[in-house]
């Protein structure tokens, strides 16, 4: 079994701007049993969805391999531009996906 290895937020430290691994008091590494090929566990996600930094929330929706779902949830997000990476990640992935649906030009 694979283990998360994500930074997760102490929201108890009240320190809202410090970034992942830079302040130890508002940010623990976490070591919790993950599945194989699975990046992070659900509390670390949870913690940097509602992180109250939307500079946090940002960087979590242009993280290469994001789940489409999380994504999704992303669109409902208070920060308009966590909404706007969110939506042009998912933008992206549609186009991807239309564009290997086409046949090649030969």
Request: charged share 25%; aromatic share 4%; glycine share 4%.
């Amino acid at each position: 079994m694979a283990r998360c290895k994500s930074w997760r937020y102490v929201a108890a430290s009240g320190d809202v701007e410090s970034l992942p691994g830079r302040n130890r008091e508002a940010w623990n590494l976490c070591s919790n049993k993950v599945d194989r090929g699975v990046k992070r566990c659900t509390q670390c996600l949870d913690a940097l969805l509602f992180h109250p930094n939307p500079a946090i929330r940002q960087a979590l929706a242009v993280e290469p391999g994001l789940a489409t779902s999380t994504l999704e949830f992303m669109l409902e997000d208070a920060s308009i531009a966590v909404v706007a990476e969110a939506e042009a990640i998912l933008r992206q992935r549609q186009e991807r996906q239309l564009d290997s649906l086409l046949p090649s030009a030969r």
